[in-house]
């Protein structure tokens, strides 16, 4: 059953590879999909303010996959998952199907696959850089406004 997900006030990063740690010691334990130069890591949480108020965006790579993770930073502000199994969220760089996560030790989160297994990656120095591209592509930097550069501003006569 599914609990209310509590807001994380702080980076869930520690939290999240304290757990999934956990899980890949005893759960995954022997599977072979492990991929064995890959470990645990959360990377690049941020807040986002999304579609219904401000989640935690990162990525949380493990051995057996890559995924975009949202989490709550404040109450209520996961989308709801309807029955079909997923739903559609906006983010600033794309708009991307995500599922609905639940761990006892986390509550619940969402979760859109990014790579499952992970066998491609080399290393965790490209599986990270992997996932930081990613994370540029979907929450692109603010651009700056362009300065007005009209002929009134400039002569301070207004707009």
Partial sequence: MSQSPQPFVATPAAQLEALFRDIAATRMQGIP????????EAIGFQQWDGPQGRLWAGVLL???????????????????????GETVIALPGDAL????????ALGDY?????????????????????????????????????????????FGLGR
């Avoid at 199907?97 to 006892?104: L, T």
């Avoid at 990270?128 to 002929?151: C, I, N």
Wanted: hydrophobic share 50%; net charge negative.
């Fill in 97 to 104: 199907p995500f599922m609905a996560g639940h761990e006892a």
């Fill in 110 to 154: 969402r979760l859109c696959s990014l790579f499952s297994p992970v066998m491609q990656f080399a290393d965790q120095d490209s599986a990270r850089a992997t996932a930081l591209e990613v994370l540029k592509l979907l929450f692109p930097a603010p651009q700056a406004a362009a300065p007005d550069l009209s002929r009134r501003r400039l």
């Fill in 33 to 40: 999909i492990l991929n064995p130069a890959l470990q645990v």
């Fill in 62 to 84: 493990t051995p057996w996959f890559m995924n975009l993770l949202l989490l709550p930073a404040e109450t209520d502000s996961l989308p709801a998952v309807p029955p079909t």
